[in-house]
């Protein structure tokens, strides 16, 4: 029988397990970081084969280091405190499934919310860097699809959201899916990533299970890097002008357009739904999730929130920024 006290217990998850303000200052950490990395990538352009290796660098310094080096000083069980459990394969073969029809869905998301800005200007897109062999495509696959995915699961889902389980399970994953969306800096992908986040965030505390997240945001990005590379192939065999923005598209065919995603995005939603509820089915009584913490003060958790929140402030003025430069835009040099 465990005599313990609940205020004793959490003192104890709270050793072995990452803490509120530690997600917090890494978070801040990590924006700082990837604020340099952007400073230092402008000066030297990195490009060719040494892209890939520059970036490789770049993520497992800023993404994966920071976190790995906080788990590592405070003497944390890495595997118990990220979550770092096997998963099944029935519950991987549903994530796949998931992240396939999703991108379904996330395409129609993307399409309206670029419509949208469109009234305004013309949305800032961050682009894959051209893939134009098959020894950029493995090494786009590792960089841009693998690296990522591990690193950005292992710092969000496995630290960050573990920590902010002290606040209960529903805040911890809005506040990790919410600061996932932020730190892409992209506001022409907001909507979409801030969905994807919210549902990485679920199915980690749902698997109990890294890998879950893991391999939903792999696939997720493997298509991406997938189509950029069949889009160069054809673009190079069959070369069209004038139809780099949805502004160059006749008004007319943009309206096919939005009718033919919004049919694939409906069928997508109806599949992904099915994979999702699947999942739920078969994950059930797997959560190991910390119990919120009754003790903490509204103004204790602002204070352990408080790093996080001024970062978000900086990210928003960047994204301001994007706004202004959409509606704006500086002439060229």
């Known amino acids: 029988m465990d005599n313990k006290t609940e205020p004793a217990r959490l003192e104890e998850e709270g050793r072995r397990t990452p803490t509120p303000l530690a997600g ?14 952007s400073i230092v990538s402008q000066r030297i352009r990195p490009a060719g084969h040494f892209y890939y290796i520059y970036m490789l660098l770049v993520q497992i310094a800023t993404i994966g280091l920071p976190p790995f080096l906080y788990l590592t000083i405070h003497r944390m069980d890495i595997r118990k405190a990220v979550r770092w459990n096997k ?53 786009a696959i590792i960089v841009i699809a693998g690296i990522p995915a591990l690193l950005e699961e292992f710092l969000f889902r496995g630290t960050i959201q573990r920590g902010y389980e002290r606040f209960g399970k529903t805040a911890s994953i809005l506040l990790t899916g919410i600061l996932f969306a932020l730190l ?3 506001i022409a992908s907001v909507p979409s990533i801030l969905l994807m986040g919210v549902l990485l965030c679920f199915l980690t505390y749902r698997a109990d299970s890294l890998f879950a997240g893991a391999i939903y945001h792999f696939t997720n990005n493997i298509i991406a890097v997938a189509i950029t590379y069949l889009s160069g192939m054809i ?33 997508s939603f109806v599949l992904f739904l099915g994979c999702l509820i699947g999942f739920y089915r ?15 003060a509204p103004s204790r958790r602002f ?19 994007q706004v202004v430069e959409m509606i704006h835009p500086l002439p060229a040099l």
């Open 303 to 321: 204070l352990q929130l408080f790093p996080a929140i001024l970062a978000a402030v900086i990210i928003l003025i960047l994204l301001a920024f």
């Open 235 to 267: 673009s190079r065999h069959f070369p069209v002008e004038g139809m780099a923005d949805l502004t160059n598209i006749p008004p007319e065919t943009l309206k096919m357009m939005v009718v033919a995603w919004g049919v694939i995005g409906i069928i």
């Open 24 to 37: 917090s200052i890494l978070y801040l950490l990590v924006l700082l970081l990837m604020m340099l990395n």
């Open 184 to 186: 892409h800096l992209d």
């Open 87 to 139: 998963i099944r394969v029935s519950e991987a073969l549903l994530c796949i499934g998931m992240a396939f029809f999703g991108y379904g869905v996330i395409v129609f998301i993307n399409l309206l919310w670029t419509l949208f800005l469109s009234r305004f200007g013309t949305p800032p897109t961050q682009q894959l860097p051209s893939i134009e062999s098959g020894s950029d495509f493995l090494a």
């Open 282 to 296: 078969i994950t059930e009584g797997k959560q190991e999730v910390l119990p919120a913490d009754p003790n903490h």
